[in-house]
């Protein structure tokens, strides 16, 4: 099982941009679809954006769709989740989760999660 961790999140301004990534302790993430959730309080954990295991495709929740990108870097190990144009409404906690051979779809079975990393979008 993998040991995922998040990094990059922070206070940001509506409007602005953060890069979160997530590694699993200097171990390839090629071979594992990654996730992105997010939990705000009070509420479902909601799909964000997910990649396939070697990266071929993506897919976004609708509410991210057109402001935020994931990608993957095979030689730095890992996933990042560009996120532009901020609102206050994607404030959240984020986490990364990892699905051996997966696909991209938000809705299969992620074994491995990471701790989550804390994004505020605020004036």
């Known amino acids: 099982q993998l040991q995922l961790v998040e990094s990059g999140g922070g206070l940001v301004q509506p409007g602005g941009s953060l890069r979160l990534s997530c590694v699993a302790s200097?171990?390839?993430?090629?071979?594992?679809?990654i996730g992105w959730f997010r939990q705000a309080p009070g509420k479902e954990r909601e799909g964000v954006s997910c990649?396939?295991?070697?990266?071929?495709?993506?897919n976004y929740g609708d509410s991210v769709k057109g402001r935020f990108t994931i990608s993957r870097d095979s030689a730095k190990k890992t996933v990042f989740l560009q996120m532009n144009s901020l609102k206050p409404e994607d404030t959240a906690v984020y986490y990364c989760?990892?699905?051996?051979?997966?696909?991209?779809?938000?809705?299969?079975?992620?074994?491995?999660w990471g701790q989550g990393t804390q994004v505020t979008v605020s004036s």
């Open positions: 200097g171990r390839t993430l090629d071979y594992y679809a």
């Open positions: 989760a990892a699905a051996f051979l997966g696909t991209a779809t938000m809705s299969q079975t992620f074994a491995s």
């Open positions: 990649i396939s295991s070697r990266g071929g495709s993506t």
